[in-house]
Structures are given as C-alpha cells and as structure tokens.
C-alpha cells in the first residue's frame, strides 16, 4: 500500500531551453561530437521534480539528519516522445519501507499517457555509506562487440549545471563537507546524470531507447571520467542494450538496462 500519493499539472510542461542545455551537457561529456544526443533525453521528467506541485516529494527524497541518501535504481519508459512545453499532467505514489523509498511518477500530455519513472532510495549511515565501492569488471564481461567509449572527466561545473536543470538539492553533490558528514571522500556525481550518459552513449550509436533501468553500485566522485562499454543484442521478441559505467581500477559504478525500439 501507497504512504503517499500525489497529483498536479505542469502548464508549461518541460522548457525547450532545459531540454536543449540537458542535451548540450550531455552531448560535451560524451564527446559526441558527431551524432550529439538529438532526441529528448530520459532523463529529462526527473527535471519537473522542481515543479511546486511537487514539492512534498522531492522533500520525502532527503535523507533524515545524519543520514546520507544511496540512489539504488531508476527506470524511465517512453510511450511516446516527451516534447517541450507541452502541458503536464503527474501522477504517482510513494512507498516506505523502513529506510528504503519508492517513488512511482506517471506522465500524460493532452490526455495520452507519455511514459513512467521509478526512482529507488535508501537512507543509510555513514559508514555503510562509506562501504559502498561497486562491483568489479572482470575481462570475462568484455564480451565479443562491446563498445568502448571514454567521457570527459564530470567537473564541478558540469556537475552544477546538470544540478541547476534538475533542481537537486542535495548537498553531497555540490560540496566536500557535506558529502564527508555523511561517508563519501568527495562530493559525486548525481546518479541521474550517470543514467543520462548511459542513455547518451546508445543514442550516439544510433539506436533509440523505449525503456532503460539503471542500478548503481557505487558512487562516483566529481572530476572523474568514467568507460561506458556497451552491449547491443537481439532475440525473438526485442532489441536489447546493456551498458557498464566503469571507473578506475576497473570498478563498476553503474549498469543500465535498455529495451530498444524496433525503428531503431
């Protein structure tokens, strides 16, 4: 059963020029320079979190005093492309169970549902915050047609510029301290902007997506690059992509699960 749900309208849905500064920020990180990522990205809705009718929950997203916030897993999928200011219609519910927290977002425009995300957190001390270092990539899962491609490092700026599109007020990505008080070395790169990235790199290799689940396994610090190799199969039924999201000392910070589209 629901804790909370929660309804409201966005009049003036996403901001052309929003959407436009995500894809710039997301395109200079991947280097894309060829492709560029033209379609709106997924990530994009988690941008209306800022949206005042929403403010309850963003606020149940911040951990309690002393506690530090994992961003465990998000998923967005598309039904249809989410165009720019276009009015919005959000729906949803929240989920507690203990410290871990589900938040369920539905998206309609002019009647016509466009997609969903799924965001999952937990609340966590500071020293299982400190314990989380991710998962190791081993030479058996750089399979035969994976594709390498490096980012630039995620700096401060570009880190504060995806903040400032996303409304995120969590301190841990903006300052050192803040980050330290709850566990972390150094502030990090929000876990959305990673999703984005995945999302970016299969765009920039010509496929499009329709769904993509991301887990994180660990955080990754700002002014680090990352290697996203990615994975492109076919069965019966769908295309499907995985990405690794691989920092140093060959550590995995993130994998993101895609359902491509069969135009793609």
């Given at each position: 059963m629901a804790d909370a749900v929660f309804s409201t309208s966005v009049p003036s849905g996403l901001s052309r020029g929003d959407?436009?500064?995500?894809?710039d920020l997301l395109s200079n990180v991947l280097r894309d320079d060829a492709h560029g990522v033209t379609s709106s990205p997924m990530i994009a809705p988690a941008m209306l979190l800022g949206a005042p009718g929403l403010a309850d929950?963003?606020?149940?997203?911040?951990?309690?005093?002393?506690?530090g916030v994992v961003h465990e897993s998000q998923m967005f999928r598309r039904s249809h492309p989410l165009k720019s200011e276009v009015p919005l219609e959000i729906s949803g519910e929240v989920t507690a169970a203990g410290d871990a927290h589900k938040f369920d977002f539905s998206l309609v425009a002019n009647g016509m549902s466009i997609g969903d995300m799924q965001t999952r957190l937990r609340f966590v001390t500071p020293d299982l915050m400190g314990s989380l270092k991710g998962g190791q990539f081993r030479a058996a899962m750089d399979v035969p047609g994976t594709r390498w491609i490096e980012t630039t490092?995620?700096?401060?700026?570009?880190?504060?510029?995806?903040?400032?599109?996303?409304?995120?007020?969590?301190?841990?990505?903006?300052?050192?301290?803040?980050?330290q008080a709850v566990g972390l070395l150094q502030a990090v790169v929000p876990g959305m902007l990673i999703a984005g990235l995945c999302e970016a790199v299969i765009t920039s290799l010509s496929h499009m997506a329709i769904e993509m689940r991301t887990r994180f396994l660990a955080p990754l610090a700002v002014e680090k690059a990352v290697r996203l190799g990615v994975q492109v199969?076919?069965?019966?039924?769908?295309?499907?992509?995985?990405?690794?999201?691989?920092?140093?000392?060959?550590?995995?910070?993130?994998?993101?699960?895609?359902?491509?589209?069969?135009?793609s």
């Open positions: 959407v436009e500064g995500l894809r929950v963003s606020k149940r997203m911040q951990p309690p005093a002393g506690m490092p995620l700096t401060r700026d570009a880190v504060s510029a995806y903040l400032k599109l996303s409304h995120d007020p969590n301190p841990i990505h903006r300052d050192d301290m803040s980050a199969k076919s069965d019966r039924s769908k295309s499907r992509a995985r990405v690794f999201v691989v920092a140093d000392s060959d550590r995995i910070i993130a994998i993101a699960d895609f359902i491509l589209s069969e135009s």
